[in-house]
Each structure stands twice: as structure tokens, then as C-alpha cells.
């Protein structure tokens, strides 16, 4: 993987000068690869990584395994589209194994997750079946540990 | 009552205790301190490495191996030296594991030295080799390298210190704690001036992975060197394996022989598991370390920069995972700064003298810590420096 967008992947608040002093550049070529990976549609947007029971306490996340019927032409395509507009569907990917499309959902409670399954998602023409876990603890994202430090348990001072 | 101090032998009781450690000391008085002064990597053991020890654990009977180590350890140490090198060691003559380097270090000065034989030790460098060499009644004897000469020997300083007694060189490349590096060029000239004598040479090279835009260059490359050379390697460094105590020594099989028959009554073999461990190091774990390294690069680029930019001259280190900034501009001594910068920031970092005379006005950072944790370390110097320069 290009160097700079493993950082950028690290922590995106690093600043250009910064990246340019670990990348053995300037800034002002760091920022015009960064110009570029956004232009190129490489680099989407930026986001926070979260622990998301202490940021909304009220929040939950599901993980829906959708079973469709891939349509003439398209494929998955069309559905997962059609899938992807909803507000609450946070993420949506194209599966192998048993199921098609993995579903990311949030929502205030079980209750309203459940009824947007129920209602949304199983009536889309085309959904075979759907299968609704929630999610009780995140432990790591994106690289990042969510629960606790990675505690160093190495001395103040080593030969 | 017993009186201890008849007890000790007189030789023990002129050691001095490591500088480090009495800084060690104090850092752990001061509340919520963000090290950056240990000479150890932040990455856990690579996976493959772990589960070949657990595997040693449940199939293998663990007992002792070979005095000299595993077979199959040696075996892959001689060609991993050979892939590296292109430098050839016999594995069931030529090479010892041991428990670290540190060990290795310790039985080969040992078994050279007679008592008054001087030993060059190039300086600043790791704090072991003196006192060891006063236990066996040599005389340590400092050739210091310069930040005008990028902390490297040059030929002119070993000159100067060569003498009818002096029986062994030091030489610890990539150096912890400056960072320095010897390439081909720089090592040809000392070659050279040792190549017509007995004098030996102790290559520590535990650093060797760990060097940053060119590969790491061995004496023992050079002509007729290989025969007057102790090579001196380890997992602790490039393996991220400080705690599982393995390292080893390769030289002609002469020397190994009496090397050997001090580790054989000291420690009898190296760790058991930790060997089984080390074979699956060798030929899986190539990758990791790549990954490692390229870690340790931004960060250390990073480091240079930062120092630079603060004031704090920093010479840009080719190997190891220090960096060692001159202080000498703020007018303080190392431990001055250090034991300063310890209270007013509650960051540590090791005062160069602690590394011998030659790195006072220096002060060793290690960057074997995530990035995170190096930049919050970096703005609190930044503030301690700018409070100095404000406070003129």
C-alpha cells in the first residue's frame, strides 16, 4: 500500500507538514498526492473512529445477511443500489458463501432496527431472506483498539 | 556480624552501576511519565514466531539441547549469515547460540583476555563492554566518535589508541545509542590498519536489520577479516524477541572451541523453546521485520526532523531505532537537561554520557513507540525547549 494513505489510515488529522517529515517529502508534494487521491476518487472522505456506546449510549448497530435473487442484466447491482439509499443503512458489501449482501444498520433501539428490517429491507422485491445480528461490543476497528489502551509494559528507561 | 564488603571480591566492588539505571530510578518516582528511553521494540513477537514456541511447548520434550544450540538453529544461523553476508560459517564448528547478546559478548571478551590486554571500546556505545572487561583484568580503552564524522570510526582515532598491549576492538555498528552506521568505504581503512596485526575484532551486530535506506555492511565481508572477527548477532532487535534471551556468535572454529567451554559451564545451552522459536524466525518471518522497518523509518524521520526544526541538531541515524540530538546549545550538561526535562514535562529520555563521556551533550531518544505516543513526547519537548529560549 502507498506509504501516505497508510498514515492517513493511522490518524487523517496528521498534518502535511508531519506526513512530509515521516514520508522524507514536503509538504507541498503531500499535499498535492493527497489532491490527487481524492481526484482519483481513492480517498472518499475522511471520518472519526468512534467508541460508539460512549459517544451515543442510545445507539445500536446491526449486521443483516441479506439472501436475494440476482436480477437479469444487472446482477446484485440493482438491489444492493436500491438497499444503499436508506439513511439507516450504514454500509452495504457483496458477499461470497452463504449469503449476498451484508448490511450495516444503526438505529435508537432493537425495536426500530427490527420494524426497518421487517419493513424495508425483507419487502424489497427480489430479498429471499434476511438474518439480523446485533451488535453487543466492539473490540477493534479499523486497526484501532476500542475498549482499552494497549497498555506498554516496558521499563521508564532500557539499555 | 558478616562484613560484606571483605565478602565481595574487590573487582566487583569497582564496577560502577550502569548510568541508566539510576535514571531508571528516578523516572519511576514522577507520576504519569511518557518514556522515550527504551532500547527495546514496541511490536509484539511476530505471531509465527509465538506459535512455534507454544507447538515446542505441547509436542516437545523441553530438556537441554546441544551446549552449542539446536543443529537445526545452526543450520539456519550459518545460512542466514550466508544470505546476508555472503560470508560462510561452519554450523557445527563455527557458531554458538546464546542467551542474548549480551552473553555472547561477555564469553568472547572472556576468553580473549589476559590481564592488562587493552581493549578499544568505540564510544558512545552500549553500557556493557568496559565493566566486562575490567572483570577479566583488561583495560577498556575509549576511541570516541565524533558528530563531525557522523558518530562513524575513522581510521586516524583507532590509530591513535593502538598500542603493543591492545589485544581486541569493539566495534558496535549500527551503534546504539547514536544510530551510526559503518559502510564498505567506511570500514576498508580500518581493515587496513588491522589486518597486519593480532589485534581481534568484536562485531556486535545486534542492530543489523534495523537500517534505514541501505542494507547493513559486516567486517567480516572484507578480506582476511572474517579470521580476525568474533561476529556478534541476536533476535532481540530485528525479531521484537528482547525476552526470550537468544542470540548468537559466529567465529573460526579456534576460538569457538574455548568460547565454547565457557558458555558449557555458565550456562550449559540456550533456552529451549526460545531456539525451536528461532528457527521459525529465520526462514518465516522475513516479511515482519520488512513491516517493522519501514515503521521504525517514518518514525525515525519524523524524529530528526522534529529535533532539527526545534534547534536540537540532529544528525540523520542510518541504523537502530535511536536518534541522538545535541543539547548542547541550551546550555545544559545531559543530565542536567534530562533530570529537567523529567520534572518539568515528564518525559524521559537517557543523558548521552551515560553511554561513555563522548555522548555528553547528547541525549538518546528511542522511537521504538507508536507514533502516537512520539508526538505527544515531541510537543512536550518542543514547550520545554521554547520555555528555555523564552526564559534568555
Known sequence: MNELIKLLKQNARFSNEQLAAMLGTTP?????????????????????????????????????????????????????????????????????????????????????????????LSTIEGVLSTTTHFVLKTYKEKGIFIQEEDIDERGFVAP | MINYDTVLSSKIKEIKPSGIRKFFDLAATIDNVISLGVGEPDFQTPWAIRKAAIDTLEKKRIIYTANSGLADLRHEISHYIDKKLNVKYNPEHEIIVTVGGSEAIDISIRALINPGDEVLIVEPCFVCYAPIVELTGGVPISVTTR???????????????????????????????TGAIMTKEDLEPIAEILRDTDIM????????????????????????MQERTILINGFSKAFAMTGWRLGY???????????????????????????????????????????????YNVRRRLLVDSFNKMGLECFNPEGAFYVFPCIKSTGM????????????????VVPGNAFGE??????????????????EALKRIEIFIRNRKSAE
Open chain 2, 249 to 295: 556468535l559466529a567465529a573460526p572454529e579456534p576460538l569457538v572451541t574455548q568460547i565454547l567451554k565457557i558458555h558449557q559451564y555458565a550456562i550449559m545451552s540456550s533456552p529451549t523453546v526460545s531456539q525451536y522459536a528461532a528457527v521459525e524466525a529465520l526462514i518465516h518471518c522475513e516479511r515482519e521485520v520488512k513491516n517493522m522497518v519501514a515503521e
Open chain 2, 201 to 224: 575484532v568484536l562485531s556486535d551486530e545486534i542492530y543489523a536489520e534495523l537500517t534505514y535506506g541501505r542494507k547493513h555492511f559486516s567486517i567480516t565481508q572484507l578480506d582476511g
Open chain 2, 147 to 177: 558528530l563531525e564524522d557522523n558518530f562513524k570510526l575513522t581510521a586516524d582515532a583507532l590509530k591513535a589508541k593502538i598500542t603493543s598491549k591492545t589485544k581486541l576492538l569493539i566495534l558496535p555498528f549500527p551503534n546504539n545509542p
Open chain 1, 28 to 120: 507541498k508534494d503531500v499535499a498535492a498526492q493527497i489532491e490527487q487521491l481524492e481526484k482519483d476518487g481513492i480517498i472518499k472522505g475522511y471520518s472519526v473512529i468512534l467508541d460508539e456506546n460512549r459517544a451515543d449510549k442510545d445507539m445500536v448497530i446491526a449486521n443483516i445477511e441479506l439472501k436475494v435473487t440476482p436480477q437479469r442484466d444487472c446482477g446484485f447491482d440493482e438491489l444492493a443500489k436500491t438497499v444503499m439509499m436508506y439513511d439507516e443503512v450504514d454500509s452495504v458489501s457483496l458477499m461470497s458463501g452463504s449469503y449476498d449482501l451484508a448490511v450495516t444498520v444503526t438505529g435508537r433501539n432493537l425495536k426500530e432496527i427490527a420494524l426497518f428490517v421487517a419493513q424495508r
Open chain 2, 333 to 348: 550538561t545531559s543530565e542536567e537537561f534530562c533530570e529537567e526535562l523529567l520534572n518539568e514535562q515528564k518525559v524521559a
Open chain 2, 358 to 375: 563522548s555522548g555528553e551533550g547528547f541525549i538518546r531518544v528511542s522511537y521504538a513507540y507508536s507514533l502516537k505516543h512520539l508526538m
